[in-house]
């Protein structure tokens, strides 16, 4: 909420878009999970193993059918929110790319902090005077 209302109050940013991945935890990919863990820099096996684990889980159906999921996270499982947020951190990235990384005509100064972080003042200044729409996606 507070990011929200920074766009609005400082940047000025009043259309709001408001999406839902229907059936996303029912659908979630254990294999491409397990690798954007890994590439995270997770590289503890024991901890993986477990996570794995937890995905295989048996669900018991109301008629007492043990079913062993292929994909999908457990609902209510308290792994998932967290397991949720590895696998949308792609999707993040590459939304901001649409817009703080998109490349322009205009010849700006790349600035740099005392800490190394570029300073992004004059990209967004050379964006906005395009045709682009600026967007930023706030996720919860």
């Known amino acids: 909420i507070a990011q929200c ?3 609005v109050q400082v ?10 991945i229907k059936g996303f935890f029912d659908n979630i990919n254990h294999t491409k999970l397990i690798r954007q863990i890994w590439a995270l820099g997770i590289r503890d096996k024991k901890l993986i193993c477990i996570i794995k684990e937890m995905l295989k889980a048996p669900v018991i159906m109301p008629n007492g059918e043990k079913v062993y999921p292929t994909k999908g996270t457990p609902q209510g499982g308290i792994l998932s929110p967290l397991l949720a947020n590895i696998v949308l951190n792609e999707l993040d990235w590459w939304v901001a790319s649409q817009w703080e990384e998109m490349p322009t005509k205009t010849e700006f100064k790349i600035r740099e902090n ?3 972080t570029k300073i992004k003042s004059h990209s967004y200044r050379a964006l906005r005077r395009s045709r682009l729409k600026e967007m930023h996606a706030v996720r919860y």
């Open 11 to 20: 940047q000025h940013l009043y259309h709001v878009v408001d999406l839902d």
């Open 5 to 7: 209302m920074r766009l």
């Open 114 to 116: 005392a800490s190394g």
